[in-house]
Structures are given as C-alpha cells and as structure tokens.
C-alpha cells in the first residue's frame, strides 16, 4: 500500500517563506498532489506534480523526486488566512485514487 | 462557485437512523465519484470509488452493508449509512471528477458533518 508523512504541525511568521515535506512510499504509476484544508471545511487543490521538478502557480509552488521519493510544498509571502492544514496527497494515475497524508497544520504568528 | 455541491451539510440523528447524502456534479458529469471520511484532526479516508451505472469499490475494512453508495446519474452519487450509531460520527466528503486521460483535480463538495446520538 501507500504511506506518506509529513510533519504534523509547522509555525512560521506572517511574510515569511515555509516548507512541508512530504516523504512517502509508494508503488504504481502516480502523482503527487497538495491539498489546503480549513477547519471545518472541504480540501482545496493547489498543486500537482506529475513530473519530477518544480511547479509554481502564485505563491505556492511543489516539488517532486520519484528517486528520493520525497516532495515539498513552499509557500511564499504567508498571510494569516494561510493559516490551515495542508495534505500531500498520492494521486493514482491508474484509477485516480487519492490516498492522503496525514496533513500538516501550519499556524502563521503575525 | 461550487461545482461539486453536497447535501445535507450538517445531520444530526438518533442512533438506528439511517441517513442519505447526496453528491451532485453541478455543471459537468462525473464518471467518477469518491467518498472520503474524516475524523477531528485527522486525515481524510477514502471509502470508496463509485462509477457511474456499476457497483461501488469500497476500500479495505469499509462495511459495504453499513455504508451504502448508489451513482445512479453521471450527477448524483448517495452515500446512505445505514443504522448509524455514535461511532459514525465523522466528517463525510465526496468529490467528483471528469475522466480525460490526463490529471485533472478532483473537485470535493462542502462535506457533511454527521453527528449520531
């Protein structure tokens, strides 16, 4: 099966740039997904790595090595509504499965 | 907005009740939904995948007497949990996707909060 960890909780200060790894072991063929969740609310899709290398869409931007099997996400220029849970997420491209990590939640001090 | 809306989002039942909720692909048909799980301050579980006009897949250790999906429409998917008890108390989340071939995300309803006495 797969697994995927992540550290659990991750604080930063507001402005400031965070990463969340995500380390996983995994079989198939598959991508790698990160997902913004709020309290009480539905996850939020940010990025997607099919391919090894960077992704960047705004202020968020992911990274992927299937070799490492390891992935991060980075976050930019943080803003207090930042503040959330973030998922790496295994992206089955099989049958388009999701499995998530355990999620990370990241609190931004101002 | 929304284009994956679920319903009820938020139940609250007697024990033995059985409750239904509804996923609906707003403004594209869904050849595939999923059913997630999740617990407070955990991750979400996928539960099973359900296709359009055939049998759900449910994952392993997911009773699929206990937790009833039906996808009827490349619209509607329902989830029923059947004789619910305080232990179903959980976050339920479905999402819904258009295969292409190529990735495209998933897009997951507002989730259902349900709350068994």
């Known amino acids: 099966g797969q697994s995927l960890e992540q550290p659990s909780e991750v604080t930063a200060v507001e402005g400031a740039i965070v990463q969340i790894n995500c380390t996983y072991q995994?079989?198939?063929?598959?991508?790698l997904s990160w997902y913004q969740q709020h309290d009480g609310g539905a996850p939020t899709f940010l990025s997607y790595?099919?391919?090894?290398g960077l992704e960047e869409t705004g202020r968020f931007s992911s990274f992927l090595s299937r070799s490492d099997s390891y992935g991060y996400l980075l976050l930019q220029e943080l803003q207090m509504k930042d503040s959330a849970s973030y998922f790496c997420?295994?992206?089955?491209?099989?049958?388009?499965?999701?499995?998530f990590g355990k999620g990370t939640r990241l609190h931004i001090l101002p | 907005g929304a284009v994956v809306s679920q319903h009820p989002s938020w139940v609250i039942c007697k024990s033995g009740t059985s409750v239904k909720i509804e996923c609906r692909s707003l403004?594209?048909?869904?050849?595939?939904m999923f059913w997630y799980r999740q617990f407070p301050k955990q991750s979400l579980m996928l539960m099973a995948t359900?296709?359009?006009?055939?049998?759900?897949?449910?994952e392993q250790g997911v009773e699929k007497d206990k937790f009833l999906i039906n996808h009827a429409s490349l619209t509607l998917s329902t989830l029923t949990v059947t004789s619910a008890h305080p232990e179903d108390s959980s976050f339920y989340i479905c999402?819904?996707?258009?295969?292409?071939?190529?990735?495209?995300?998933?897009?997951f309803g507002d989730g259902t909060r349900l709350s068994i006495l």
């Open positions: 999402s819904a996707e258009y295969r292409q071939g190529v990735f495209q995300p998933q897009h």
């Open positions: 997420a295994w992206v089955s491209l099989e049958d388009d499965k999701i499995i």
């Open positions: 995994t079989s198939g063929f598959y991508g």
């Open positions: 790595n099919g391919l090894d």
């Open positions: 403004d594209f048909q869904a050849t595939t």
């Open positions: 359900s296709n359009e006009g055939s049998k759900a897949t449910y």
